[in-house]
């Protein structure tokens, strides 16, 4: 059983341009969260997802942040516009039934 | 929010030697679990552990509910150890994993 997928592992974006991060869940899982960690912090919330559905975004910044997770298919999470402050470690979780979250090996994200 | 605070923030160790790592959360949770994130950024799952004592080899977990703490104890440490142990924990009925800001572990050979 393959576990958490995130791809890219590394994605180098100029100002202004857009990043879209991927997560393939476990098999079976419907329920997927996405974090960012800066260096040297923990893990931030950003927003927890069903299939086809945002159950909490909470954690997600108003304007340029986005994120889906279609019938088929994995989790995106987009950025539009990157500024150099969006430079981070963007994980994403999945579980089965929204109980012991899994994590991915995460997407770093360098602006330049 | 619920607030998470793990304490010590850094601990040194020689290998060998056993830690005790410590979770305080401010209010009542369902769901609690440890992770290590290796130097690589990976993060390992280490016990899902909302109530009670589980151990797997040379870590045991013990989470005690009602005093709104949970403890994870390393034992006979390895240079393999080294990395952040972060606690996070959930609470109501949709669990968000919220973290606290992790204990940062080196052992030395």
């Known amino acids: 059983n393959a576990g958490v997928m995130q791809n890219p592992r590394h994605l180098v974006r100029r100002r202004g341009q857009e990043a879209r991060l991927r997560c393939s869940p476990m098999k079976g899982h419907s329920h997927v969260y996405w974090y960012r960690q800066l260096p040297e912090e923990g893990l931030k919330f950003m927003v927890y997802l069903q299939k086809e559905n945002i159950i909490d975004e909470s954690g997600m910044p108003k304007e340029r942040f986005s994120a889906e997770f279609p019938k088929e298919g994995p989790s995106i999470l987009r950025i539009q516009q990157v500024v150099r402050g969006d430079s981070a470690a963007y994980f994403c979780?999945?579980?089965?039934?929204?109980?012991?979250?899994?994590f991915g090996q995460g997407t770093r994200l360098t602006v330049v | 929010g619920i607030q998470v605070e793990q304490s010590p923030p850094d601990l040194i160790l020689q290998e060998g030697a056993n830690s005790t790592l410590r979770c305080n959360f401010s209010?009542?949770?369902?769901?609690l679990q440890w992770f290590h994130q290796n130097p690589w950024g990976q993060l390992i799952n280490l016990f899902y552990?909302?109530?009670g004592t589980k151990q797997n080899g040379r870590l045991s977990a013990t989470t005690v509910a009602t005093e709104r703490y949970s403890l994870l104890y390393i034992s006979s440490s390895q240079t393999t150890d080294s990395g952040v142990y972060f606690c996070a924990v959930g609470t109501g009925g949709s669990y968000i994993p919220t973290f606290g800001r992790g204990t940062s572990l080196i052992v030395h050979p």
């Open positions: 979780a999945s579980s089965l039934s929204g109980a012991e979250a899994f």
């Open positions: 552990i909302p109530s």
């Open positions: 209010d009542s949770v369902n769901n």
